[in-house]
C-alpha cells in the first residue's frame, strides 16, 4: 500500500525553528516529485515548497522563501521541511504529497502534521 | 500568481443530483488543472488531474471538463458520501494555486 506518514509538528514560540519529515512506503520514493502543502484552521489549502526526485531542484512559495528548506534522503525514503524564523501565519496542518509525473497533479497524501507557532 | 476562483462558494443537493462546480484560472493555465476533495478532518484526495482525467480508483460519476482558463467538475449521481470541500488547483506554475473551496453539503 502506497503511504505517507508525516511526523514533527508541535507548539513553537515565534521566531522557533521545527523540522517536519514524511516517510514514504510501498512506492519508489526516489522518482517522484514531492510537496509540502499546508492548511491553516479554518482555511483552505496552500502549497508550500516542492522538490524533484533526485532534490536537486526545490520550489518554494514567495512567503517561506529564505525560512523554510525542502530535502529529502532517497535512502530513507523521507521527505523533510526545515522551518525556520516561524511566524504565526505558519500555524497549519502541514500535508506531504507524492507528485503524480509532469506535474499532473497530488495523488498520494499523507495524513497531516499540525504545527502551532505562539507564545 | 495565478488567481483561481471557484464557484459556488457552497451548495447544498439531494443524493442522486447532478452537480456542477466551476473554477476559472486567471490566465491560460492549458489542461494543468486538478480537482481534490477534502473531507472533515481529512487530507485532500485526488479526483481528476490533467483536467479531465479520472484518478484511479475514483467513481465514475466524477467527471472534469475544461481548457485555458474555465474548468467543471460534473458529479453525475450524489453519492451521501460526496459530501466535503472541493477544490481546483492549477498545476501549470508554482505557486500551484489552489481555488477557495466549494463545500458542498447533502441534503
Known amino acids: 500500500e502506497v503511504q505517507l506518514l508525516e511526523s514533527g509538528g508541535g507548539l513553537v514560540q515565534p521566531g522557533g525553528s521545527l523540522r517536519l519529515s514524511c516517510a514514504g512506503s510501498g512506492f519508489t520514493f526516489r522518482t517522484y516529485t514531492m510537496s509540502w502543502v499546508r492548511q491553516a484552521p479554518g482555511k483552505g489549502l496552500e502549497w508550500v515548497s516542492a522538490?524533484?526526485?533526485?532534490?536537486?531542484?526545490?520550489y518554494y512559495r514567495d512567503s517561506v522563501k529564505g525560512r523554510f528548506t525542502i530535502s529529502r534522503d532517497n535512502s530513507k525514503n523521507t521527505l523533510h521541511l526545515q522551518m525556520n524564523s516561524l511566524r504565526a501565519e505558519d500555524t497549519a496542518v502541514y500535508y506531504c504529497a507524492k507528485w503524480i509525473p509532469n506535474y499532473f497533479g497530488m495523488d498520494v497524501w499523507g495524513h497531516g502534521t499540525t504545527v502551532t507557532v505562539s507564545s | 500568481d495565478i488567481q483561481m476562483t471557484q464557484s459556488p462558494s457552497s451548495l447544498s443537493a439531494s443524493v442522486g443530483d447532478r452537480v456542477t462546480i466551476t473554477c476559472r484560472a486567471g490566465?491560460?493555465?492549458?489542461?494543468?488543472l486538478s480537482w481534490y476533495l477534502q473531507r472533515p478532518g481529512k487530507a485532500p484526495k485526488l479526483l481528476i488531474y490533467?483536467?479531465?482525467n479520472l484518478q484511479s480508483g475514483v467513481p465514475s460519476r466524477f467527471s472534469g471538463s475544461g481548457s485555458g482558463t474555465d474548468f467543471t467538475l460534473t458529479i453525475s449521481g450524489l453519492q451521501p458520501e460526496d459530501f466535503g470541500t472541493y477544490y481546483c488547483q492549477e498545476t501549470d506554475i508554482t505557486p500551484y494555486t489552489f481555488g477557495q473551496g466549494t463545500k458542498l453539503y447533502i441534503k
Open positions: 522538490i524533484s526526485g533526485s532534490g536537486g531542484t526545490t
Open positions: 490566465r491560460s493555465i492549458s489542461s494543468y
Open positions: 490533467f483536467a479531465s
